[in-house]
C-alpha cells in the first residue's frame, strides 16, 4: 500500500470539534477516522444524488455553501 502526506488548511475550532465528535485524542487520527468514515457511509451516494438534483436555493448553510460552489456534480 502506497501512503500519501497530505495537509489542508482548517479552523481551530473545527479541527476541536471533529477530535471532540470522534473521541481521537489527536488531529491525526480523529482525520484518518473522518475520512475513513466519509469513504465507508452509506448516505455519501445519497447526500450526492440529493446535491445534484436539488438547486439549492436561498441561504445555504456555511458548511456547503463553499463545497457547492468549488465542485461540479456529475
Known amino acids: 500500500m502506497k501512503l500519501k502526506i497530505v495537509q489542508v488548511p482548517l479552523p481551530v475550532e473545527i479541527v476541536e470539534e471533529l477530535k471532540r465528535k ?42 456547503l455553501k463553499d463545497f457547492i460552489e468549488n465542485h461540479v456534480f456529475e
Open 22 to 63: 470522534s473521541g481521537k485524542e489527536t488531529i491525526k487520527d480523529a482525520l484518518s477516522e473522518a475520512v475513513y468514515h466519509y469513504i465507508n457511509c452509506p448516505y455519501h451516494e445519497k447526500i450526492r444524488t440529493t446535491l445534484k438534483v436539488s438547486k439549492m436555493r436561498g441561504r445555504k448553510p456555511l458548511y
